[in-house]
Every structure is written in structure tokens, then in C-alpha cells.
């Protein structure tokens, strides 16, 4: 089973930026897909962006403002947001995906591991 940790949320500016950590632990000597999603107020929790931990293609839904990126040696994903908008507040969650394949992963259904996610909040 892999445990992720997120960490590294806070408040920030309109036009600011943040970067967002996952630590991941377990076994991490899988093949598995690494992903964020966030949750506003009311809302359901959506998809922000994946990657496969043994490197690859990543997927994201802002591309112009949002990457996704993994430092193997530190056994760490991040989400590097720039230009970030009041829109973007939401708690943020990092999950893994140890069995769906990778076509699952921009659904919450993909995911068997989440943390205890991180607040975001961009002030106007």
C-alpha cells in the first residue's frame, strides 16, 4: 500500500504562487499513478492533475498555470501553481493510484490512498 502526505499549503495572493508537496512512502517500488485533486466549499472534489511515478506522460487540467512534477530521490510529487486565482481555494489532496491504470487516474475512482489534504487559499 502507498501513504501520501501533502504539505506546504497556506494563503497567497491573486497572481501569486505556491508549490505543494507529497511525500509518498510505502511501497514505492510499484508502477502507480501519483495524482492531486482539490475541493472547494459545496463542491465535489476534482481532478487537477496526475503523474506516473515511474515517469512519463503527465496529465493536467491548467497547463498554462499548473505542473506536476516528482523528484524520485526524495520520494516527493509536486504541484508547482502559478498565477493563481481566488477560484483556485480548495483543499488540496495528493493520492495514489496503486492499481487502476492510467486511464482512471482523472477520477477520484483511481485512487485506493489519499492524504489528509492541505488548504489553499488566494486572496483577491
Known amino acids: 500500500q502507498v501513504h501520501v502526505v501533502e504539505s506546504g499549503g497556506g494563503l497567497v495572493q491573486a497572481g501569486g504562487s505556491m508549490r505543494l508537496s507529497c511525500s509518498v512512502s510505502g511501497r514505492t517500488g510499484t508502477n502507480y499513478g501519483l495524482g492531486w485533486f482539490r475541493q472547494a466549499p459545496g463542491k465535489g472534489r476534482e481532478f487537477v492533475a496526475a503523474?506516473?511515478?515511474?515517469?512519463?506522460r503527465t496529465s493536467v487540467t491548467d497547463k498554462a498555470r499548473f505542473t506536476i512534477s516528482r523528484e524520485y530521490g526524495k520520494n516527493t510529487v509536486y504541484l508547482q501553481m502559478n498565477s493563481m486565482k481566488p477560484e483556485d481555494t480548495a483543499v488540496y489532496y495528493c493520492a495514489a493510484a496503486a492499481y487502476a491504470p492510467a486511464s482512471e487516474w482523472e477520477s477520484t475512482r483511481g485512487y485506493d490512498g489519499w492524504g489528509q489534504g492541505t488548504q489553499v487559499t488566494v486572496s483577491s
Open positions: 503523474v506516473p511515478w515511474s515517469g512519463g
